[in-house]
Structures are given as structure tokens and as C-alpha cells.
Nanobody, 128 residues
Framework: QVQLVESGGGLVQPGGSLRLSCRIS????????IGWFRQAPGKEREGISC????????NYADAVKGRFTISKSNDNSTVYLQMNRLKPEDAGIYHC?????????????????????WGQGTQVTVPS
């Protein structure tokens, strides 16, 4: 069983920064990539960024490229999402998720159906 706990959300003014953390509990080979997804009011949950199990592959949604950076701690226990130059459209609940262990170690995509374990989310608010 893999458990994920997000933290680091909050209220930030446009142009500001936040760093989200996703604490992972579980056996390393019981999951593949770790992804960050955003749920905005009235919209579908969308993939923002992901990092492969071996950390060699990192992907970003077009809307956040150049502003967000995903990384992983050396002991693989925590995945971070550094968010800079935040915009009102970045607001929402950010969930981290662990991908199916059936996927290879260099896999990293934003397909929700491939993620098996989900955290409860952390709220990010960026007023307009």
C-alpha cells in the first residue's frame, strides 16, 4: 500500500512562489512515476508535472513549462513541485499520485488512469 500526503499549499499573490511537497509512504517498487495533478473548480483534474521512478524523465504541462520544477529527495521519500511566477489560473487543489507499478521505471505521463494511489490534495489560491 502506498500513501501520499501533500503539503505546502496556501494563498499567494500573482507572481509569487510556492513549493508543494508530496510525502510518500510505501515500498519503492510498488509504484512507478509520481505525478502532480490540479483540480480547479468546474474543471477536470489535469496533469501538471510528473517524474519517473528513476528520476530520469520529467514532464510538464505546456501551461507551466519554465515556471514549475519537479524534483525528488535523495531517499525517494518526497517529491517537490516548485511553482514560480504563479498566475490566477494556477489556482486549485493540487494532488500528487503514484503510478502503477506495471509501468517501467522511466515512464512518466499525465494520464490519470495510470495512477493508482492518490493524496487528499493541498489548496493553492492565487487571487486575480
Amino acid at each position: 500500500q502506498v500513501q501520499l500526503v501533500e503539503s505546502g499549499g496556501g494563498l499567494v499573490q500573482p507572481g509569487g512562489s510556492l513549493r508543494l511537497s508530496c510525502r510518500i509512504s510505501g515500498i519503492f517498487w510498488d509504484y512507478s512515476a509520481i505525478g502532480w495533478f490540479r483540480q480547479a473548480p468546474g474543471k477536470e483534474r489535469e496533469g501538471i508535472s510528473c517524474i519517473s521512478n528513476n528520476s530520469r524523465v520529467r514532464n510538464y504541462a505546456d501551461a507551466v513549462k519554465g515556471r514549475f520544477t519537479i524534483s525528488k529527495s535523495n531517499d525517494n521519500s518526497t517529491v517537490y513541485l516548485q511553482m514560480n511566477r504563479l498566475k490566477p489560473e494556477d489556482a486549485g487543489i493540487y494532488h500528487c499520485a503514484a503510478g502503477s507499478a506495471l509501468r517501467p521505471s522511466d515512464w512518466c505521463e499525465h494520464s490519470r488512469s495510470d495512477y493508482v494511489y492518490w493524496g487528499q490534495g493541498t489548496q493553492v489560491t492565487v487571487p486575480s
